[in-house]
């Protein structure tokens, strides 16, 4: 009852809108003050972190912190497939039908979250899907699980649902609706799709390949070759600006994951979670 009346709620608000309100705050000088309550309230573990809390001049630059180096070693077995980020597993299994799961008795298809054509949708035709949310204590980077070089990618606008368990088991096609950036590979294990979700309050996804970001004002699709760009396994290729849901997509054949891949087991980026072939 509760849940589902805070769904009626975050439809009626301006979503985007206040995501880019809260985001120019969070830039704002004054909200440094705020960056040790949001430490206590979220229990974030401060002895990864790659600087002194002073350093941080708003609350979106510790947000978006790096982390010591060695704090998380990427798995160097050359078959190795590697969390791309920290986070907690929502959903994985087999594309069957088109069709991916969001939660208990809610799908969605590969077309309506890629944007893509029927056609395009059935290179993941019996491949395997990965879903993992990072919750406001997270890291919040965004890297490769596998070395590969970037082909295109698509941004599609759209709202900004919160993507915790209330968005999840009250929004169908909750991943469909909410802005992506998503990034297409060409890996030893075939075509991934690493698709970043954006979410409510600050929405802002983030890549290093060109001059581009979501929940802009008047935001429109677009789909854009990236000329083949080479990415290492472990290399960072985005950012989320606040807690948000990353989904993989891999071709048939291709992909294992190990005994890792369990329901909210959580993963910290760069440990092994699969084998590809």
């Given at each position: 009852?509760?849940?589902?009346?805070a769904?009626?709620?975050?439809t009626?608000?301006?979503?985007?809108?206040?995501s880019?309100?809260?985001?120019?705050?969070?830039?704002?000088?004054?909200?440094?003050?705020?960056?040790?309550?949001?430490i206590?309230?979220?229990?974030?573990n401060v002895?990864?972190?790659?600087?002194?809390?002073?350093?941080?001049?708003?609350?979106?630059?510790?947000?978006?912190?790096?982390?010591?180096?060695?704090?998380?070693?990427?798995?160097?077995?050359?078959?190795?497939?590697?969390?791309?980020?920290?986070?907690?597993?929502?959903?994985?299994?087999?594309?069957?039908?088109?069709?991916?799961?969001?939660a208990?008795?809610?799908?969605?298809?590969?077309?309506?979250?890629l944007?893509?054509?029927?056609?395009q949708a059935?290179?993941?035709?019996?491949?395997?899907?990965?879903?993992?949310?990072?919750?406001?204590?997270?890291?919040h980077?965004?890297h490769?699980?596998?070395?590969?070089?970037?082909?295109?990618?698509?941004?599609?606008?759209?709202?900004?649902?919160?993507?915790?368990?209330?968005?999840?088991?009250?929004?169908?096609?909750?991943?469909?609706?909410?802005?992506?950036?998503?990034?297409?590979?060409?890996?030893?294990?075939?075509?991934?799709?690493?698709?970043?979700?954006?979410?409510?309050?600050?929405?802002?996804?983030?890549?290093?390949?060109?001059?581009?970001?979501?929940?802009?004002?008047?935001?429109?699709?677009y789909?854009?070759e990236?000329?083949?760009?080479?990415?290492?396994?472990g290399?960072?290729?985005g950012?989320?600006?606040?807690?948000?849901?990353?989904?993989?997509?891999?071709?048939k054949?291709?992909?294992?994951?190990?005994?890792?891949?369990?329901p909210?087991?959580?993963?910290q980026?760069?440990?092994?979670?699969?084998?590809?072939?």
């Amino acid at each position: 009852m509760i849940d589902s009346l805070a769904k009626h709620i975050m439809t009626a608000l301006p979503q985007n809108a206040i995501s880019r309100a809260v985001g120019s705050l969070a830039r704002s000088p004054f909200s440094r003050y705020v960056i040790k309550p949001y430490i206590s309230l979220f229990n974030v573990n401060v002895e990864e972190i790659e600087k002194p809390l002073s350093d941080y001049p708003h609350l979106t630059a510790f947000f978006t912190r790096q982390l010591k180096s060695g704090a998380r070693p990427i798995c160097p077995d050359a078959n190795a497939l590697v969390s791309p980020v920290d986070g907690r597993v929502a959903q994985f299994g087999t594309i069957t039908d088109g069709t991916l799961i969001q939660a208990k008795g809610i799908n969605y298809t590969v077309e309506q979250l890629l944007g893509c054509t029927p056609e395009q949708a059935e290179r993941y035709e019996g491949g395997v899907f990965l879903t993992i949310y990072l919750s406001p204590r997270d890291y919040h980077r965004i890297h490769m699980p596998l070395a590969g070089k970037l082909t295109h990618a698509t941004y599609l606008p759209g709202r900004l649902f919160p993507v915790n368990r209330i968005g999840v088991h009250h929004v169908p096609g909750l991943f469909t609706k909410n802005e992506r950036l998503i990034t297409y590979a060409d890996t030893p294990a075939g075509e991934m799709a690493l698709v970043k979700v954006g979410a409510f309050v600050v929405g802002s996804v983030q890549v290093p390949y060109g001059n581009h970001t979501t929940n802009v004002r008047n935001g429109r699709a677009y789909s854009m070759e990236l000329s083949e760009l080479p990415y290492e396994k472990g290399q960072e290729v985005g950012l989320f600006e606040f807690g948000s849901t990353v989904v993989l997509l891999f071709e048939k054949d291709r992909i294992t994951f190990n005994n890792r891949i369990q329901p909210d087991a959580y993963l910290q980026y760069g440990e092994r979670i699969g084998v590809f072939r």
